[in-house]
């Protein structure tokens, strides 16, 4: 299970250092592997998967019917941009340059333990979303039974 927020820097090669509280975990549960891709909800972030739970998710994406323009759009934005990565000695891994680009991430970025996955956002669209707040308009059924 992943939670929380974390400050990151982006080193000039692209390296992001994953936070040293979730390392062990990625290694032992995710074997150091993970996967990038674009979070097709959002602009300015990624997902980052542990492999296994890339792999369900990619098999449901991938069983969408492909006659339907958001199934297509979802499966080129989460299976077609997919990116594997590992963990190298230092605990870090490598952001591919055209998803850092695509979604606003230079030197700084925030990493959110999201339960299942992570997401790697730009520093600016984090605070942007933060900014935002939840009207009574927006409430759902399910958020009406939140305990908060």
Same mark, same amino acid.
């Given at each position: 299970?992943?939670?929380? +927020? ?36 959002? =602009?300015? =972030? ?10 369900r998710?990619?098999?449901? #994406?991938?069983?969408?019917p ?11 934005k ?6 594997? #990565? ?6 870090? #891994? ?8 695509? #979604? ?14 992570? +997401?790697?956002?730009? +520093? ?10 939840? =009207?009574?308009?927006?409430? =759902? ?8």
């Amino acid at each position: 299970m992943f939670q929380g +927020e974390t400050a990151i820097t982006i080193d000039d090669k692209g390296r992001l250092a994953v936070p040293t509280a979730y390392r062990d975990l990625v290694a032992r549960e995710c074997d150091n592997r993970l996967v990038i891709t674009y979070n097709p909800f959002e =602009s300015g =972030s990624l997902y980052i998967y542990p492999h296994a739970a890339w792999e369900r998710l990619r098999d449901q #994406v991938n069983a969408l019917p492909k006659v339907k323009a958001v199934n297509r759009s979802m499966q080129l934005k989460l299976v077609g941009a997919a990116a594997f #990565v590992e963990l190298d000695g230092n605990g870090r #891994v490598s952001i591919p340059a055209s998803h850092r680009a695509a #979604v606003g991430i230079e030197k700084k970025a925030v990493l959110l333990g999201m339960g299942d996955k992570f +997401e790697l956002w730009s +520093e600016q669209a984090h605070h942007a979303q933060i900014r935002q707040t939840i =009207s009574d308009e927006d409430l =759902s059924e399910e958020l009406l039974g939140l305990q908060l």
